[in-house]
C-alpha cells in the first residue's frame, strides 16, 4: 500500500513514515500544505492519504477541506484525517459525501501501531472509521440512540470505529448472527433501506451523526 | 522677604489677568444663546456649538492650571479635545458632565473674578496714585486738583511728598498684606468649582478601569490563543512523536513479552497516552480549538449541530471579539444546551447572540419545563462564575411550566 501524508509537523511526519515503515506501508510523499497534497496526489496515486486538520497557511481546518476536495477530484479516494482534538462537525463533514473511505482519528492513536495500520487499511479499502472519542461526543448528546437498546448502542459505536460484523461480534463476546440481528435493527431504527451493501454501514454512522440531536 | 515679594507680585498678576477674563466671561451666555440660535440657520449651530463648547472646556482648563500653579497642586487634566464629527461632538457634549460645571464656574468667574481682580487692581492702583500726586499734581488744572488718601486734595509740594508718600505707604502695605491671600481665596475657589465631585472622579476612576479591563482582556485573549496554538505545535506533538516512538518500539518486542523492558514500555506508552488526554482536555476547557479554527460562529454550529436537543443560531451582526469572551460565549452556551438536554425535556432551543453597547448578549431560550433550579446541579453556577469573571450579568427566567431563557450580557471592547 502507497499513501501520501499531509503534516507540516516534521516531528510527527518522520515518526509516521518511520511507523508505516514497519508495517510495510509504503509513504509516496510527505507535503506540508493542501496545495501541495493536490500536486502530490496527482502525481503519485496513492492508495490512501493521510492528513493533519491544522495545515498551512492559517493552520485552521484547511485539512478537513483538502480532504474533501481530493475526494471530489478522485472520486472517493480514502483520506484518513488526523488532529489532535476531535469535532462532530468535522466528522459529519468527512462523512457527508456519503461514500466509505474516510477515517477521522486522533493522533493519539497513532502509537498503537497495530490498530492504527488497521484502521488505515479499512479505510483504504472504503470502509468508515471514526474515534471513540466522536462516538462518546455523540453517546453524550444523543437523543436520536435513544431509540436504541445498549447492546444496538454498543454495536453502532463499534460499527462507527469501522469494525466489521466478525469483529464486533468478538469484542462483544457474541455470535457473527446476533451482531447480524443488531445491526438489522439498528438500520431499521434509523430509518435506512434494507437493501444490502457496504454504504448502508456508512449511512448508519452518518444518520447517527446527523441525528445525534 | 523676598519669598512674600514673590508672592505679591504673582498673587497680583494672577488675579489682574482673570480681571478681564471676568469681564469676557459675561459674554459666554449670550455667545452660547447666539451659537444655539443659529442652528436655525440652516444649521450653523449644530457646527458651531460644540466647538464654543470646546472652547469653553479649553479656557476653563487653562484657568484651573493658573489655579492651581499659584497654589502649587497638582490637576488630572480633563479631557478637552473635541472627537470628529458632527454626530460624535454632539454625544460627546451631551455625555460630558463636566460641561455644566464649567457654566457654573464661568456665572461664578463674572462675580468672583471681577471682585478679586476690582480689589488687585485697588491695591495696585492706590500706590501708584499715590505716587503719581507726588510727583505729577501740578501736571493737574486748578479748579480739578489730584486728590490724595480718599479726597484730600494736593495744591502743593508739601501735600505732595508728604501724604503721597503716606498714600504709597498704605497702599503697599495692603497689597503685602491683602493680595497673597486674596489671589490664593480666588484660586481655591475657582479650582473647587471646577474640580469634580468625588461621585464624578468615581465615575472616571470607573471608566479608567473599564477601559485597561477590556485592554487586559485583549492582551489575555491574544494569550490564550497563542498557548493554544504553542501546545498544539510543540507539546502535543512531541507527545504523539514519543507515544508513536515507543509504540513503534513495543512493536518491536513479541508480544508475549513479560520482561521489565517490556513492562517499562508499556507504563511509558500508557503514561503518554493519558498525558495526552489530559493536555487535550486542559486545551479544551481553557480555549476550544473550534474556536481557534472556525471563530466564534462556526463553533457554535458546531455546537448546535451537536446538541441533543435541536437548536436553531440567530447571530446578529458580532464583530470581532476579544478571545476571552468567546471562549465564555461558547462555554455558556455549551453549558446551557446541555442543561436543556438534561432537565428541560424541551424540543427545541433557540440562541441569539447580539452586539448592543460594547457587550455581548447571549441568550438561550428553551421551550421545557422550566423550573431551573440554581441550587441543583453545577450548570447555572458555572455560567454564573464564567460571566462573573468578565464582569457580565446573568439573567434566568424560568417559571414552573416553563419556558425558559437565560440572558448573559459580556461587556466587550468596542
Same mark, same amino acid.
Given at each position: ?213 | ?27 459666554? !451666555?449670550?455667545?452660547?444663546? $447666539?451659537?444655539? %440660535?443659529?442652528? #436655525? =440657520? &440652516?444649521?450653523?449651530?449644530? *457646527?458651531? +456649538? /460644540? ?54 464656574? !464661568?456665572?461664578?468667574?463674572? $462675580?468672583?473674578? %471681577?471682585?478679586? #481682580? =476690582? &480689589?488687585?487692581?485697588?491695591? *495696585?492702583? +492706590? /500706590? ?62 475657582? %479650582? ?223
Amino acid at each position: 500500500m502507497r499513501v501520501v501524508i499531509a503534516e507540516d509537523n516534521v516531528l510527527l511526519s518522520a515518526g509516521l513514515e518511520l511507523l508505516l515503515g514497519t508495517k510495510g506501508i509504503d509513504v509516496a510523499a510527505i507535503v506540508t500544505d493542501a496545495e501541495g497534497l493536490m500536486e502530490a496526489v496527482e502525481r503519485h496515486r496513492p492508495d490512501a492519504v493521510i492528513a493533519d486538520v491544522r495545515l498551512p497557511p492559517t493552520f485552521r481546518d484547511e485539512g478537513i477541506r483538502a480532504a474533501l476536495a481530493i475526494r471530489q477530484a478522485h472520486r472517493g479516494l480514502p483520506v484518513l484525517v488526523l488532529s489532535q482534538y476531535v469535532e462532530k462537525v468535522y466528522a459529519r463533514e468527512l462523512l457527508s459525501d456519503g461514500s466509505g473511505g474516510v477515517g477521522y482519528l486522533l493522533k493519539d492513536r497513532v502509537s498503537r501501531v497495530g490498530e492504527f495500520v488497521d484502521d488505515l487499511r479499512r479505510v483504504a479499502d472504503g470502509g468508515t472509521v471514526m474515534d471513540p472519542e466522536v462516538i462518546a461526543q455523540l453517546m453524550a448528546g444523543g437523543n436520536a440512540v435513544d431509540a436504541l437498546t445498549n447492546r444496538e448502542r454498543e454495536v453502532l459505536a463499534l460499527m462507527a470505529q469501522g469494525l466489521g460484523n466478525t469483529e464486533i461480534g468478538k469484542r462483544l463476546f457474541v455470535t457473527d448472527n446476533a451482531v447480524h440481528k443488531h445491526v438489522g435493527n439498528i438500520f431499521s431504527k434509523l430509518g435506512l433501506p434494507p437493501s444490502d451493501g457496504g454504504h448502508r454501514r456508512v449511512l448508519a454512522v452518518l444518520t447517527f451523526l446527523d441525528s445525534a440531536r | 522677604m523676598r519669598e512674600r515679594w514673590d508672592q505679591v507680585w504673582r498673587g497680583g498678576r494672577y488675579l489682574l489677568i482673570g480681571l478681564p477674563t471676568a469681564l469676557a466671561a459675561m459674554l459666554v !451666555v449670550p455667545l452660547l444663546a $447666539v451659537g444655539a %440660535l443659529s442652528t #436655525g =440657520l &440652516g444649521g450653523v449651530g449644530l *457646527v458651531v +456649538f /460644540p466647538r464654543m463648547v470646546a472652547s469653553l472646556r479649553l479656557w476653563a482648563e487653562w484657568q484651573r492650571r493658573r489655579a492651581a500653579a499659584l497654589l502649587g497642586v497638582t490637576i488630572t487634566p480633563r479631557n478637552a479635545t473635541l472627537a470628529k464629527g458632527v454626530r460624535a461632538q454632539w454625544r460627546q457634549l451631551l455625555d460630558d458632565r463636566e460641561n455644566r460645571r464649567d457654566l457654573r464656574w !464661568v456665572l461664578q468667574h463674572i $462675580v468672583i473674578g %471681577l471682585a478679586a #481682580g =476690582l &480689589g488687585a487692581l485697588c491695591c *495696585v492702583s +492706590f /500706590p501708584v496714585g499715590g505716587l503719581v500726586a507726588a510727583t505729577s499734581w501740578w501736571l493737574f488744572p486748578v479748579d480739578e486738583p489730584m486728590t490724595v488718601l480718599l479726597g484730600v486734595p494736593v495744591t502743593e509740594w508739601g501735600t505732595a511728598l508728604g501724604l503721597g508718600a503716606v498714600q504709597v505707604a498704605l497702599g503697599g502695605a495692603l497689597a503685602w498684606w491683602a493680595m497673597p491671600s486674596l489671589a490664593r481665596w480666588e484660586a481655591r475657589v475657582s %479650582l473647587a468649582a471646577l474640580e469634580p465631585s468625588a461621585e464624578d472622579q468615581l465615575a472616571e476612576r470607573v471608566g479608567e478601569l473599564t477601559e485597561s479591563r477590556a485592554g487586559v482582556l485583549d492582551a489575555h485573549g491574544a494569550e490564550l490563543r497563542r498557548i493554544e496554538r504553542d501546545l498544539h505545535d510543540g507539546t502535543q506533538a512531541r507527545l504523539v512523536a514519543i507515544a508513536m516512538r515507543l509504540g513503534v518500539a513495543r512493536e518491536a518486542l513479541p508480544d508475549d513479552d513479560s520482561g521489565t523492558l517490556a513492562r517499562l514500555l508499556r507504563e511509558a506508552h500508557e503514561g503518554t497516552e493519558v498525558a495526552m488526554t489530559e493536555l487535550r482536555d486542559v486545551i479544551r476547557t481553557m480555549y476550544p480549538p473550534i474556536l481557534a479554527d472556525r471563530g466564534l460562529e462556526g463553533a457554535l454550529a458546531s455546537l448546535a449541530a451537536g446538541s441533543a436537543v435541536p437548536a436553531e443560531l440567530d447571530l446578529g451582526e458580532l464583530g470581532r471579539l476579544p478571545a476571552a469572551v468567546e471562549a465564555a460565549a461558547y462555554f455558556i452556551v455549551a453549558e446551557t444546551l446541555t442543561n436543556a438536554a438534561k432537565h428541560s425535556g424541551a424540543t427545541r432551543a433557540t440562541v441569539r447572540m447580539s452586539r448592543h453597547d460594547g457587550r455581548l448578549i447571549v441568550e438561550v431560550t428553551d421551550d421545557g419545563i422550566g423550573g431551573a433550579d440554581e441550587s441543583r446541579g453545577t450548570g447555572l453556577v458555572g455560567i454564573r462564575r464564567r460571566a462573573a469573571a468578565l464582569d457580565g450579568t446573568v439573567l434566568v427566567s424560568s417559571p414552573l411550566g416553563g419556558p425558559t431563557a437565560i440572558t448573559v450580557g459580556l461587556p466587550c471592547a468596542s
